[in-house]
């Protein structure tokens, strides 16, 4: 087999160029095998959906720059939040409750004060979770 620039000759004097896949499962050759494997992430309500995205939101803002100790903590209990509703559709009213403490406690960097206070509304807007 050996590369032409323009695609891909093989043994039997065949030409192979693709310009472009886009989408589904393609396979090639002989012993070619196209697997295709899809997830979505299913909500239990808009309410944690909009919570899920302000999560979201969150920890892309906290990784911009320094790190200080509560940062790396506040990460993790937000990627614990967001892990679970991606898995279940929803968190549960104890780990949403430690992390609005956490965050009430948070004194957010200006990049991510919005953030925050986009994560507590949606945590607001929970009937499950006591005030």
């Known amino acids: 087999m050996s590369d032409q620039g323009n695609g891909v000759d093989t043994d039997g004097g065949s030409h192979v160029s693709i310009n472009t896949i886009s989408g ?3 396979a090639f050759g002989k012993d070619g095998i196209a697997v295709s494997s899809n997830s979505t992430t299913v909500v239990a ?3 944690q959906a909009d919570l899920l995205a302000s999560v979201r939101r969150l920890r ?3 990784e911009q720059g320094e790190r200080a100790e509560e940062d790396e903590v506040l990460d993790a209990e937000l990627a614990d939040v967001e892990g679970e509703i991606a898995r279940t ?3 549960g009213a104890e780990r949403l409750a ?3 403490d ?3 406690q ?4 200006t990049a991510t004060a919005a953030s925050v206070t986009a994560v507590l ?3 607001a807007q929970l009937p499950q979770l006591p005030g």
């Open 102 to 104: 956490r965050l009430a």
């Open 45 to 47: 309500s808009p309410e």
């Open 89 to 91: 559709g929803r968190s």
């Open 24 to 26: 589904g499962s393609q």
């Open 60 to 62: 892309r803002d906290l």
């Open 98 to 100: 430690r992390v609005r």
């Open 121 to 123: 509304q949606a945590l």
């Open 106 to 109: 948070y004194a957010p960097a």
